[in-house]
C-alpha cells in the first residue's frame, strides 16, 4: 500500500498532511485499529525495509523479540535519509548475533554508539539543543495531585535521585508506612521548601522506636556521599576535537563534549581501567601459587577487575534484567 501510494523511500516527511500519514489513516481503517498504532506498524514496517533490513533479518530469525526491534527502531531515527545507514545497520546486526540478552537499557547503549560513530555532529546537536531546552513544570492530575517535572543533565537527575535515596535509607526506619515513591516525593518536597524530611512511622501506636536518624544539615551535606560513574577512553578525555563517547551508568550513551564537562566538574575523581600492568613477586622466592578457595574464605575479585567487568558488560547481562553496571551483583 505505501508503495502504490508514495515514492517508496522510506523516508520520513515533515508535511502535516503528507502521503506518509494517508497510508497509515488507510491501514488503520483497513485494520481497524488506532491511527497511532497503524503509524507505528507502517513505520517499523518501513525500517525493516529501508532503515533496518539486516536487524529486521535478525527479528525473523527470532534472534530478537518484536518489542526490541520497536525499540531498535525509535532509537535509530536519526539516520533515515543518511548514507550511512548501511552501515550502521549492518553493525547493529553484527552485535545482536552475539551471546547474551540485550535489555532495553544496552539496545539504547548499542544503537546510539552506532550512529554516533559514523554521524557524531548530529548527536551532538541534538544533546546540544536538550540542554538548551531544560525545564520545569507542573502538571495537574486528578483527586487533588500534581506532577513537577524537570529536565536536567543525565549527571544531575541520576546525582540528585541518588541523593534522595541514600536520604531516604538514613532517615526512614523500617516501620515507616509509606512506599518507596511516597518516600521519594516527599523528601523532594521537603528539601525544595527548606523543610526537615522525617520518618513516618508511629512510635506511640506501634509500640516500636523510630531506628531512623534525624534529618539536619549535617546528615544531608557529610553522610551522604554519591558516586556516579562515567565510562570513556583516555582519547575522548585528551583530544577536544576526539569524536570519542562515555557511558553514564544508569542512563547511557552521551557524546564526547559531554564527557569532557563531566570531567571539568571539581568533585570528578578519574580512575584508568585497566590499571598499568604489574607482575606480582614472590618474598620468599618460591613459585606464586593460587591460594586455596575455601567456604570460609571464598574467592573475591580485585577492585581493578570488578570495575572492567562492570564497564565492559554496562549492566546486569540476566535475561530480562535491566539494572545498571554498579548497582548489580
Known amino acids: 500500500m505505501h508503495d502504490q501510494l508514495t515514492p517508496g523511500t522510506g523516508d520520513a516527511d515533515a508535511r502535516l ?52 526491534f520497536s525499540r531498535i527502531v525509535t532509537r535509530s531515527d536519526l539516520i533515515d535519509g543518511q548514507g550511512y545507514r548501511r552501515e550502521v545497520d549492518a553493525e547493529l546486526a553484527t552485535q545482536l548475533d552475539r551471546k547474551g540478552s540485550w535489555s532495553a537499557r544496552r539496545l539504547d547503549a548499542l544503537v546510539d554508539s552506532a550512529i554516533f560513530r559514523h554521524d557524531p555532529d548530529a548527536v551532538r546537536q541534538r544533546h546540544t539543543d536538550a540542554k538548551a531546552s531544560r525545564n520545569a513544570s507542573v502538571d495537574p492530575l486528578a483527586d487533588g495531585m500534581a506532577e513537577l517535572r524537570v529536565t536536567t543533565t543525565a549527571e544531575d537527575a541520576r546525582v540528585a535521585l541518588t541523593g534522595i535515596n541514600q536520604l531516604i535509607t538514613l532517615v526512614c526506619c523500617p516501620n515507616d508506612p509509606r512506599r518507596r515513591g511516597a518516600q521519594r516525593s516527599d523528601a523532594i518536597i521537603a528539601r525544595l521548601n527548606g523543610l526537615p524530611f522525617e520518618c513516618d512511622c508511629t512510635p506511640t501506636d506501634t509500640g516500636l522506636p523510630c531506628t531512623g536518624q534525624p534529618d539536619t544539615v549535617e546528615l544531608s551535606h557529610a553522610n551522604v556521599q554519591i558516586a556516579l560513574h562515567v565510562i570513556t577512553d583516555h582519547a575522548t578525555l585528551t583530544n577536544g576535537s576526539d569524536d570519542g563517547v562515555g557511558y553514564i551508568d544508569g542512563h547511557g550513551i552521551i557524546s564526547g563534549d559531554h564527557v569532557r564537562d563531566i570531567a571539568a566538574r571539581t568533585d570528578c575523581r578519574q580512575t584508568a581501567v585497566p590499571p598499568k600492568a604489574a607482575r606480582p613477586q614472590s618474598n620468599s622466592g618460591a613459585p606464586n601459587l593460587p591460594l586455596p578457595c575455601l567456604p570460609s574464605d571464598p574467592y573475591r575479585f580485585s577492585t581493578a577487575f570488578d570495575t572492567y567487568i562492570r564497564a565492559r558488560d554496562l549492566g546486569c547481562t540476566m535475561p530480562g534484567c535491566d539494572r545498571p553496571a554498579w548497582t548489580t551483583q
Open 17 to 68: 498532511i503528507a502521503e506518509h500519514n494517508q497510508v497509515a489513516a488507510r491501514y488503520a481503517v483497513t485494520g481497524s485499529i488506532s491511527q497511532a498504532a497503524a503509524m507505528r506498524q507502517l513505520n517499523e514496517a518501513l525500517a525493516m525495509v529501508y532503515r533496518l533490513p539486516l536487524v529486521g533479518e535478525r527479528l525473523r530469525d527470532g534472534v530478537i523479540a518484536p518489542w526490541q
